[in-house]
């Protein structure tokens, strides 16, 4: 009988840890059967489109954007455990108050690949965990570097729903049948080289010179492979992928986004653990002339919302990156 999430969270950490991070699971696994209903019947319902709100990054929000949003903040606000949820739907943290007991902070992307909601293709939710250290508040216990994470996983809505968590001892995959998350895959391995690279190459013209010199690299077999290309614009669906087969997945600067696209907080973080954690690696893109290239999880957050760069994916293809950037900052 396939191991169901609490018991198998339980059954890796001692017994106090174990208990408390087990209920947090158990409450973000109800949100996400919420989410995964929802979602599933959205085109029968009114449940697509937008809501006609714009969130703190200047996007339009979905509607399903929204009810994620009300599924995981609704799921931590009935937890003794949790303080309060750093939501990317939210400008700032939503606070719970009353709750001596608290120790977690939740930084979620509840709704992930919003543009593809629409069109059937697969959305996921994302959640980064925080310990609240005595005397912090909510902010600042958010604010760590990825290195202190707590825990960290995400749901896949695809052909089949999936769960993919770690708390620091290998990273795991669930499947959902029957209302209930069962072990498919334990210590999962990312492996070392992969056969696909996943980018928008729409913005190549804007990539800084390292980033283009990689690209060229990768399409020309110089890697010892000739790579395929991949790019589904969930991030979620990207990396599930990437974790799966291997390969590389970047969001590197533009001149839209000069610092990257993509959330350090609940979207790079927790990926970049569990890639870490299933043996791949994640590092900022460095800047415009190649400059430092860093591990996701020793970046120093300076905001909630702060966006980053990122390559994340197999150690083969994630240091390769690091050596042409550092090639193309010393001839800089
Ligand atoms: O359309 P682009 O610029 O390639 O961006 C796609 C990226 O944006 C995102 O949709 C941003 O996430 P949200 O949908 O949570 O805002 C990622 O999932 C995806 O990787
Ligand atoms: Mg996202
Ligand atoms: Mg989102």
Partial sequence: MAKTLVEHVRAGLDAERGAALAELFAALADAAKQIEARIRTAPLSDALGAFGHTNVQGEQQQKLDVFA??????????????????????????????KPDARFVVITDPLDGSSNLDVDVNVGTIVSVQAIVAGEDARAAALKPGTQQVAALYVNYGPATMLVYTVGKGTHAFTLRDGEFLLSGEHLAMPEQGPYYSVNEANAADFPQAVRSYLTKLRDGSMGAKYGSRYVGSFIADFHRTLLKGGVFLYPGTAKAPGGKLRLLYEANPLAMLAEQAGGKATTAGDANGGEVRRILEVVPTAPHVRTTLVIGSTAEVSAFGDVAAAAASQA
Wanted: glycine residues 10%.
């Fill in 69 to 98: 949003n009300d599924a995981v903040i609704g799921a931590m606000r009935a937890l003794p455990s949790v303080g309060a949820v750093v939501s990317e739907e939210d400008d700032e943290p939503v606070v719970f108050e009353g």
